[in-house]
């Protein structure tokens, strides 16, 4: 999509008081859904900005689209540079510890009295309750959440291989933020919304919850699950390489036979039904096990395929970088490193009449907007220089052209 006017929250205005995953990625979906996002940052810059291991994707991930004004807050120049920000805005997004943004004087009250049309969107371990003071992380939500359990071996809880909480969570704040900018339009108000990461993990692992209500059973990790369908299980080809495949209704069973000539399996009346097929799982799985490691990988999955059967190659992250499909239509867009790499990222997973939302705005340089946006709250160049060298604002002026 070339155009921001054409994106749908064009106009609407998002200050941004965010680190590591979960504010971050909120504010990344409004941004490349065309909102006006500015990140406010230390002059040092954001911290995530120096993570190693599996922390060093962060910032690139979840900052495209946005402005860097790099502010100290914590001086009275710096939080007056915020609260004029704040006061022509539309959204507040913060995912701070609890408190933290009252004791620097930008908590929801305040900043709701010089702004009542002000969405203030909350980023927290937890919602209201108990546990609502506790630090929470991902990882320690997957655990006490039941998906770490869900995820592993029965004595051995595993954290899922991302950061599934902290970008969900996310994800349900952008819709909260959504649904009161929606209000908005008839009240005239803004409110105060909070997204979780305890609460977003539950509602997860809800559908196991309502799994043991109905059942009667505890279910056990996903790992050592009893499946619900005759085959959902990964198969070796000839080469070796693992290739999942599932067939669970009766239709695909009957296409599954006929495009891999299994005539005495579909003739099979014990077999004609998926709690049948279940029951045989025993001498169904060594015979479909062998016909393909009977065949090479590319036919395996060609034949698969046209037989509308569900599958997947077992890929790593790094296999999405050539991937064809995501490569076709703008499912990756091209964002730039500190260090100038150039490097393709997932974009947003929506369309808008056929269309992906990209980059607007490469990945900012911390402080690269300050002087953009200080001009734009109608600071004198002579008060911008002062809080540039106070260390109050960071940036630097664009030369001025000789041409």
Not at 25 to 31: E, K, P, T
Not at 56 to 77: H, I, P, V
Not at 217 to 246: C, L
Not at 326 to 347: M, W
Request: with cysteine; proline share 5%; net charge negative.
């Amino acid at each position: 999509m070339a155009h921001q006017e054409v994106l749908p929250l064009a106009g609407i205005k998002v200050v941004e008081f965010t680190h590591m995953v979960m504010g971050p990625a909120a504010g990344g979906i409004l941004a490349d859904l065309g909102a006006d996002v500015t990140k406010v940052e230390p002059c040092q810059g954001d911290n995530t900005r120096r993570l190693q291991g599996s922390g060093a994707g962060y910032f690139a991930m979840y900052n495209r689209n946005k402005r860097s004004l790099a502010l100290d807050l914590k001086s009275t120049e710096g939080k007056d540079v915020a609260l004029r920000l704040v006061d022509d805005a539309d959204v507040v997004i913060e995912n701070f510890r609890h408190g933290a943004m009252d004791r620097l004087g930008l908590g929801y009250g305040e900043l709701s009295a010089r702004n009542p049309r002000l969405i203030y969107c909350s980023l927290k371990g937890f919602l209201s309750g108990p546990y609502e003071h506790r630090t929470a992380l991902d990882e320690v939500t997957q655990m006490m959440g039941g998906l770490a359990y869900m995820t592993g071996l029965p004595d051995r809880p595993l954290r899922a291989g991302t950061s599934v909480v902290d970008i969900t969570g996310g994800m349900f704040g952008v819709i909260a933020i959504l649904a009161a900018l929606q209000q908005r339009h008839s009240t005239g108000h803004g409110q105060q919304v909070t997204s979780s990461l305890f609460e977003t993990t539950a509602y997860l692992v809800g559908q196991h919850m309502a799994q043991q209500a109905v059942s009667g059973e505890e279910p056990p990790p996903m790992s050592v699950r009893r499946s619900a369908w005759s085959v959902y299980d990964i198969f070796h080809s000839a080469e070796g390489e693992r290739v999942f495949v599932g067939v669970v209704s009766d239709t695909l069973w009957r296409a599954f036979c006929s495009e891999f000539n299994l005539d005495d399996l579909a003739a099979d009346p014990a077999l004609a039904s998926n709690a049948g097929r279940v029951a045989a799982r025993d001498r169904l799985l060594p015979r479909i096990k062998a016909l393909f490691a009977s065949l090479p990988k590319a036919e395996m999955m060609a034949r698969l395929d046209r037989a509308g059967i569900p599958f997947a190659p077992i890929n790593k992250p790094a296999d999405l970088f050539d991937d064809p499909h995501l490569n076709a239509a703008g499912g990756l867009v091209k964002v730039t490193l500190e260090d100038g790499q150039r490097i393709s990222l997932p974009a947003l997973p929506v369309e808008f009449d056929g269309q992906r939302p990209g980059v607007r705005r490469d990945l900012p340089a911390a402080g690269e907007h300050s002087v953009e946006v200080a001009q734009s709250l109608g600071l004198s160049e002579a008060r911008i220089d002062a809080l540039i060298e106070h260390g109050v604002l960071k940036g630097s002026r664009q030369p001025e052209s000789t041409s």
